[in-house]
C-alpha cells in the first residue's frame, strides 16, 4: 500500500493495496478547492481492495465517500475517520448487454455518456453535463436538460460497513428530484443501465457536444464551483429567485455568486469553506424572506467548522 510521506499506515490498513493519505489537505480533491484535512483519505486498488478495508476499519471510525469531489464541501476544521474516494479505484465500465452498461461508482458521468454513445446506445446523453462520479450521480439521482439517472437504472450493486455485498432492483429505489431512498450505511459500488439502442444515423457525439456547448454559454464551467448549490423549488428556479433577491455577483470573502448563473457559487481563488457557507445560508435567508421559499441544497456538507 502506498502511504503519503512521513506517515506509517495504521494497523487496520494492513494488507492493503490502495493509496493512504494521513491528513491530506481536502482542497486538493474538491472542485471548490477548499477544505481542511482529512484524517485519513483512501482510494482502494480497486473493489476487492474496498471490501477488505470495510472488513478491517474499526467500527467506530466516521466513514464518508467521495467521487471526483464535485458535490462536497469540506468544513475548514477538516474531517476526522476516513474519506474513501471510488474515482480511480471504482473505475471499471462495459457493455454486457446490446442495451446494458454496467459502472462502477467512481467513473465519471461524463464517461458514461460518452461510452454509452460510442456502444451504439441512447438515452443518458445528459450524463456529459453532469459534474462527479456515477455514484454521486444514482445516489441523488442526479439530472440535467430534462434528463435524470434512475429512469435507466435496472440495478444497483452495494456495499455496506461490514463489506458486505448486496444487489438492489430499480423498482426497490424510491427516488425523486434530486433524490434516491438507498437503505441506511449501504453505498453504491456499481450500477446496471438499460438503455435503447440507437437508430442507424443517430449522431450521439453530436448530440453530446451540443449539450456541452449549451453547459458551457450557461454555466460558469471554468471556474472553481460545485455545480448548482440549490435545488430549484416546486414550480421555479433557484437562479431566479436568488437573482431577484440582489445576490447575483455579490462575493463574502473569496467566495461569490456567479454573473454567468446566479445557482453557482465560485471560489475567487482565495475563498474558505466558511466563505461559501456564509453565502448559502445569507442567500437562503433572503430568498425566504423576500418569496417564503426554503431553498434546499444539492451540495453535501462535512467535517469540522474552524
Not at 502511504?3 to 490498513?13: L, R, Y
Not at 430499480?170 to 450505511?185: F, K, Q, V
Amino acid at each position: 500500500m502506498m502511504v503519503g510521506m512521513q506517515h506509517k499506515a495504521p494497523d487496520f490498513m494492513e494488507g492493503l493495496q490502495g493509496q493512504l493519505l494521513v491528513n491530506e489537505p481536502m482542497s486538493r480533491h474538491t472542485s471548490w478547492r477548499v477544505g481542511g484535512k482529512a484524517e485519513y483519505f483512501y482510494t482502494p486498488a480497486d473493489k476487492a481492495d474496498l471490501i477488505k478495508l470495510l472488513t478491517q476499519l474499526p467500527p467506530t471510525m466516521p466513514l464518508y465517500w467521495m467521487g471526483l469531489g464535485s458535490n462536497l464541501l469540506v468544513r475548514d476544521g477538516g474531517v476526522d475517520g476516513m474519506i474513501l474516494r471510488t474515482a480511480k479505484g471504482l473505475s471499471k465500465i462495459q457493455h454486457v448487454e446490446p442495451d446494458v452498461i454496467i459502472a462502477q461508482a467512481g467513473v465519471s458521468s461524463a464517461k458514461i455518456a460518452r461510452i454509452s454513445s460510442q456502444c451504439g446506445l441512447t438515452g443518458v446523453e445528459f450524463l456529459a453535463g453532469v459534474p462527479g462520479s456515477f455514484g454521486g450521480a444514482l445516489a441523488m439521482n442526479a439530472g440535467a436538460f430534462g434528463g435524470e439517472t434512475w429512469p435507466w437504472v435496472q440495478e444497483v450493486e452495494c456495499v455496506d460497513r461490514q463489506g458486505n455485498l448486496s444487489t438492489l432492483q430499480a423498482e426497490e429505489i424510491d427516488y425523486g428530484y434530486r433524490s434516491a431512498d438507498i437503505p441506511l450505511a449501504h453505498w453504491i459500488t456499481e450500477g446496471r443501465l438499460k438503455l435503447k439502442i440507437a437508430p442507424e444515423n443517430w449522431q450521439g457525439k453530436e448530440k453530446i457536444r451540443s449539450l456541452l456547448d449549451k453547459r458551457s454559454a450557461s454555466q460558469p464551467i471554468q471556474s472553481a464551483n460545485a455545480g448548482s448549490v440549490f435545488q430549484n423549488p416546486e414550480g421555479n428556479f433557484a437562479a431566479r429567485l436568488i437573482e431577484q433577491a440582489g445576490w447575483k455577483g455579490e462575493k463574502i470573502g473569496g467566495a461569490e455568486v456567479s454573473t454567468t448563473h446566479a445557482n453557482f457559487i465560485i471560489n475567487q481563488g482565495d475563498a474558505n469553506a466558511a466563505d461559501i457557507i456564509e453565502l448559502i445560508e445569507r442567500i437562503q435567508h433572503d430568498v425566504f424572506d423576500s418569496f417564503n421559499v426554503q431553498l434546499k441544497t444539492e451540495v453535501r456538507v462535512i467535517g469540522r467548522s474552524e
